[in-house]
């Protein structure tokens, strides 16, 4: 019997057999023509990565066990011990902690450049200098970066320009074709889309890179498990449906919180007060995606009341998945940046960070005027 299922069954192997010595040895001289052991590669992870990099349209990507994973194959890629690494100020917490902890204990040092300075990175760039990381959309102020302009700043300066499309997702907005080098994903967020699932990836525009994503995600085991993988397969074949819907609720929750009389400040790049906001609309094709940030008076009791009295956007410290959430950048995704950069970013203990579900919009809007009340 021919069996030809129209879905990837999961394999759930660490290891696939072989017939004799010379099926091991096709392994090795025809790469690609089977599989040898789960971490050097599965169907599963294999089809994640493929349909990752048929979105990002680049020339091949690895997927990897957690967004933090992708984070940390993407700076590998290009950089060593004694090299410099460029940061944008606005970045996730987890991305700063990597540099600031654990890649700087392998010497690799950073420096972080305010979101207003990093089309002029000359004052920023030394001799050893191998890249810039940003957002998209930055992580919580949804500050929106200029891609092409940033590609051609660090291209200028012989650098690699890596990206962190999480919030955008590649159905806004694909930086490979802004001139990107590498683009990474928390395949946990929009990607796979149902809370269900911890995973990233990882998509270079040329094939050295892709190749040498791949060595790095084998040798240090960064590779994603076959049940993962196929969740998050399953999860992106929803995505553009999701994200669409994503971005039309969020746009009508910030529209509401922005007249709002509790509300100090919305950040939401669909705002047309919001200062990147035609450039948002360009590069986003009229998407804005499902996370926005306010800011309430920065007390404890304010915020926890807020949080306590919401039915709809239970605080969950994650993003993205089909129901909303609420989360605290101060005291979770952000706390492990210094007391100076939280300052400097604006990050108090007023600033909460929604992430906008796909349920009914109405019920969304009474929940948090419940909760404001």
């Known amino acids: 019997m021919n069996i030809i299922p129209k879905i990837t069954p999961i394999y759930q192997t660490s290891v696939f057999k072989f017939e004799d010595l010379d099926a091991v040895q096709q392994y090795f001289d025809e790469p690609g023509s089977r599989y040898?052991?789960?971490?050097?590669?599965?169907?599963?992870?294999?089809?994640?990565?493929?349909?990752?990099?048929?979105?990002?349209?680049?020339?091949?990507?690895?997927?990897?066990?957690?967004?933090?994973?992708?984070?940390?194959?993407?700076?590998?890629?290009?950089?060593?011990?004694?090299?410099?690494?460029?940061?944008?100020?606005?970045?996730?917490?987890?991305?700063?902690?990597?540099?600031?902890?654990?890649?700087?204990?392998?010497?690799v040092s950073v420096?972080?450049?305010?979101?207003?300075?990093?089309?002029?990175?000359?004052?920023?760039?030394?001799?050893?200098?191998k890249l810039l990381l940003c957002e998209t959309m930055s992580n919580p102020l949804l500050r929106v970066v200029d891609l092409r302009a940033?590609?051609?700043?660090?291209?200028?300066?012989?650098?690699?320009?890596?990206?962190?499309?999480?919030f955008a997702t590649p159905v806004l907005t694909k930086p490979l074709a802004y001139g990107a080098d590498l683009v990474l994903h928390s395949v946990t967020k929009y990607l796979a889309g149902h809370s269900d699932v911890t995973a990233g990836a990882v998509v270079a525009r040329t094939a050295e890179d892709a190749a040498r994503l791949r060595q790095i995600g084998t040798v240090f085991g960064l590779t994603l498990s076959p049940m993962e993988s196929w969740l998050s397969v399953r999860g992106?074949?929803?995505?553009?449906l999701r994200v669409a819907a994503h971005s039309h609720n969020a746009q009508q929750?910030?529209?509401?919180?922005?007249?709002?009389?509790?509300?100090?400040?919305?950040?939401?790049?669909?705002?047309?007060?919001?200062?990147?906001?035609?450039?948002?609309a360009t590069q986003g094709h009229g998407l804005f995606s499902g996370m926005l940030s306010f800011r309430l008076p920065d007390d404890v009791a304010v915020v926890n009341r807020f949080m306590q009295r919401s039915q709809r956007f239970p605080f969950a410290p994650s993003l993205a998945g089909v129901d909303s959430s609420c989360s605290h950048p101060l005291y979770t995704s952000h706390r492990a940046l210094t007391e100076e950069q939280?300052?400097?970013?604006?990050?108090?203990?007023?600033l909460i960070r929604l992430s906008v579900g796909i349920e009914p919009v109405e019920e969304l809007l009474a929940d948090l005027a419940h909760a404001l009340a």
């Open 236 to 240: 992106m074949k929803t995505m553009r």
């Open 253 to 280: 929750v910030a529209e509401f919180l922005e007249v709002h009389p509790t509300v100090e400040a919305v950040y939401y790049p669909g705002l047309l007060t919001h200062p990147q906001h035609v450039l948002a």
């Open 342 to 350: 939280q300052a400097a970013l604006g990050i108090t203990v007023g």
């Open 150 to 166: 940033m590609a051609t700043e660090c291209h200028q300066h012989n650098l690699k320009l890596v990206i962190d499309n999480t």
């Open 111 to 129: 420096s972080y450049v305010p979101f207003e300075e990093l089309y002029n990175l000359r004052p920023y760039v030394q001799a050893s200098t």
């Open 36 to 107: 040898l052991y789960s971490r050097n590669g599965n169907p599963n992870s294999d089809e994640l990565a493929d349909a990752v990099n048929r979105w990002e349209g680049g020339a091949g990507a690895v997927a990897t066990g957690s967004g933090m994973a992708a984070i940390f194959a993407a700076l590998m890629t290009y950089c060593q011990a004694g090299d410099h690494v460029l940061c944008a100020a606005d970045i996730y917490g987890g991305s700063a902690a990597l540099l600031n902890q654990e890649l700087a204990r392998l010497g």
